[in-house]
Nanobody, 113 residues
Framework: QVQLVESGGGLVQAGGSLRLSCAAS????????MDWYRQVPGKQREWVAS???????NYADSVKDRFIISRDNAKKTVYLQMNSLKPDDTAVYYC???????WGQGTQVTVSS
């Protein structure tokens, strides 16, 4: 059974940093494209970043140059390093396997001004 478990969220002041982790199990992680999304209550889920099996990355314009996505295939984990956080980054962050129905439970990130 495929499972994705996010961790690392929390409360941080504007300008601060957080690192989110998403640990996968039950799948061949190394071949997967992994995405991070975020969602604010009442709004659509927003794509944040992706990382391909070979390590190439893509970012939403809103987080480019502030967030870094990475992966450790040996640990079956994908990370999202979030720097220079802004109040607009406040959301629940989810990881997912591209083109699948597998999502983690989400981790709350709150950025205070």
């Amino acid at each position: 059974q495929v499972q994705l478990v996010e961790s690392g969220g929390g409360l941080v002041q504007a300008g601060g940093s957080l690192r989110l982790s998403c640990a996968a199990s039950g799948t061949i992680f190394s071949i997967l494209i992994m995405d991070w999304y975020r969602q604010v209550p009442g709004k659509q889920r927003e794509w944040v970043a992706s990382i391909h099996s070979i390590g190439s990355t893509n970012y939403a314009d809103s987080v480019k140059d502030r967030f870094i996505i990475s992966r450790d295939n040996a640990k079956k984990t994908v990370y999202l390093q979030m720097n220079s956080l802004k109040p607009d980054d406040t959301a629940v962050y989810y990881c997912t396997i591209r083109n699948s129905n597998y999502w983690g439970q989400g981790t709350q990130v709150t950025v205070s001004s």
